[in-house]
């Protein structure tokens, strides 16, 4: 059961420090003091929500529900569209492609995993994360720099889905001949503007059950879901008749450079089981089903995509996959007319569930802002009787609306995914962190310039610089020489966090091989991000620049670590009914 007792807030800084006397009246000082704030980490069976209503979000929520939750986030319209796009270079190697990329996420799911174990009752994700783990504006700009990517990702998917759902109404005699500004898009002014009528439409009605409550949102987002994993086993198993072995061969026609770059394009198709862990709060049993939710609906998904990749590559010789639809037109060409539908359906069914969950995760994220003060406290208002963060979800509604109804967003592709490398590889380091954190400074590892929390992280911090640099490197056809370099002063300093630091095991789920698996993961992101757009660089430090400036002159004014009031909500158990 739930129950309310009042607790005193508690603040204090990422150095272990408190705050003693007054302010200074420096306002360099005061934004020194207010950047390294912390988020208080209370123990798992007492972990603090702060809010300005009597009632928490509700715990309805089981397994089955995170898991379709992970599933839906992870797999839209991609599984019938980056399979064939990947195997045109990689050829049948693709597979490889796939289970590389799944078992990079792992590492992230690990880290995601452990650290939804020991925060289990909080929405925020990445952002919460950061903020116990590292400081306030840390987590500020994470939050910043994953809004954008769901801001834009949620336009681009409604455009995407809209022109879907147009196709499939002009099926119908009474739809036929639908104008382009409908569904499709009709620019305007030289393509500065470009009109989508529906894509706001749809947005609207995802929205308003968003807001009805998770309970209505969950068996929408279940059926689809449900739905979608159908038609692709249906795809998979009938496409398995219509393979021929011998176009497995030769299996790697373009070498294993092209293999691996593969796996950086297709990384982006698992990106989405985060989405699990902003669901906590409204988890049933979160110490136990987020863990497994995140973990599990993963492991779902990379057996769909292998088993995507072996018939896709097994129907059609690679180098005659197409570009745009290539597993419709592979069935297509084998005369499977019905499974060509099947997959128009399924891809209706996917994106429909990506962007649900979307929509989901953003609003939870501006929820927990709201909470803590770092922006306005409208966005933490709860509906009394829905419990759903109402003013937060109309907002994100509303401004996915816009982008998705007069601009066409899809030029700003090659700026996405910045946001989700930056968050996965600091929720990384925050599960380093938090386990150093958990025990006294030990004097053996007491540095005679640094504290043992600034060593770490320094160590942390080189191995992302190696990471970008060994990316850099690659993508630029650099010198082997100087990514072996690079990789070796990452592995010394993964060394050093290993025998300078001492680590203790969390309550809960416990991510394995801290320090190694995490530091790995923040490096393999890191390369990742090397591979991106230019421009994507550009945006990383422009967004982070300019919400420094947010913070400097609104954040750290309004910011409340310990909460919005003096009253907070203890959730001390989730409800013990069954999961199912």
Not at 488 to 493: E, P, Y
Request: with cysteine; glycine share 10%; proline share 5%.
């Amino acid at each position: 059961m739930i129950e309310l007792h009042q607790i005193r807030p508690r603040i204090r800084s990422s150095m272990g420090g408190q705050r003693n006397g007054a302010a200074s009246s420096s306002w360099l000082s005061q934004f020194w003091f207010s950047a390294r704030r912390t988020k208080p980490l209370n123990p798992p069976h007492n972990t603090t929500v702060a809010i300005n209503h009597p009632d928490g979000l509700t715990r309805r929520l089981g397994l089955f529900d995170l898991i379709l939750i992970g599933v839906g986030a992870s797999i839209g319209a991609g599984i019938f569209v980056v399979t064939g796009t990947v195997a045109r270079d990689a050829g049948p190697g693709v597979t490889i492609s796939f289970i590389l990329a799944g078992l990079s996420c792992i590492l992230n799911a690990l880290c995601y995993a452990e650290l939804a174990s020991r925060f289990p009752a909080v929405v925020g994700g990445a952002y919460l994360y950061t903020y116990s783990a590292f400081n306030e504006i840390t987590a500020f700009l994470v939050f910043a720099q994953l809004m954008l990517d769901y801001h834009i990702g949620a336009a681009s998917i409604a455009r995407s889905l809209a022109s879907y759902v147009a196709t499939l109404l002009e099926l119908s005699p009474v739809f036929r001949g639908l104008p382009s500004w409908f569904g499709t898009g009709e620019e305007f002014f030289g393509g500065t503007v470009s009109v989508n009528v529906l894509a706001p439409v749809l947005l609207a009605l995802l929205s308003v059950i968003l807001c009805r409550g998770v309970g209505e949102s969950s068996v929408l987002n279940s059926v689809m879901t449900i739905t979608k994993i159908v038609i692709v086993i249906i795809v998979i198993f009938v496409g398995a008749f219509e393979v021929d072995v011998a176009n497995w061969t030769p299996f790697a026609p373009n070498g294993i450079k092209a293999i691996f770059t593969g796996a950086t394009v297709v990384f982006f198709a698992y990106v989405g089981f985060d989405a699990v862990a902003n669901s906590a709060e409204e988890s049933k049993r979160p110490q136990r089903d987020l863990p497994l939710g995140i973990i599990g609906s993963l492991f779902i998904c990379i057996v769909l995509y292998i088993g995507v990749c072996l018939v896709i590559t097994g129907m059609v010789p690679y180098n005659l996959i197409g570009e745009d639809a290539p597993l419709a037109e592979a069935f297509r060409s084998k005369g499977l007319k019905f499974v060509t539908f099947l997959i128009t359906i399924g891809a209706v069914a996917g994106l429909t569930t990506t962007l649900l969950v979307g929509l989901y995760v953003q609003s939870r994220l501006y929820l927990g802002l709201g909470r803590d003060g770092l922006l306005p406290a409208v966005f933490a208002k709860v509906h009394p009787t829905r419990h759903t963060p109402i003013h937060s979800q109309v907002w994100v509604g509303i401004v996915a609306g816009v982008l998705s109804g007069l601009f066409n967003v899809s030029v700003l592709s090659h700026i996405l995914s910045v946001g989700s490398l930056t968050g996965y590889s600091v929720v990384s380091a925050c599960v380093v962190t938090l386990r150093w954190n958990d025990r006294h400074a030990d004097d053996r590892v007491l540095s005679r310039w640094t504290s043992p929390w600034q060593e770490g992280v320094i160590c942390l911090i080189v191995v992302a610089c190696c990471g970008f640099a060994t990316g850099v490197s690659y993508r630029y056809d650099g010198s082997f020489i100087f990514m072996i370099v690079a990789a070796v002063i990452a592995i010394l300093s993964i060394s050093a966090l290993c025998f300078r630091q001492s680590y203790r095991d969390p309550p809960g789920f416990s991510c394995p091989g801290v320090p190694i698996l995490p530091a790995v993961s923040i490096f393999f992101n890191i390369f990742l991000f090397a591979q991106l757009h230019e421009e994507a660089w550009v945006r990383f430090v422009v967004l982070s620049i300019i919400m420094v400036g947010v913070y400097a002159f609104y954040g750290q004014y309004n910011a409340k670590p310990g909460g919005m009031d003096d009253e907070t909500i203890v959730y001390h158990s989730a409800p013990t009914e069954p999961t199912f």
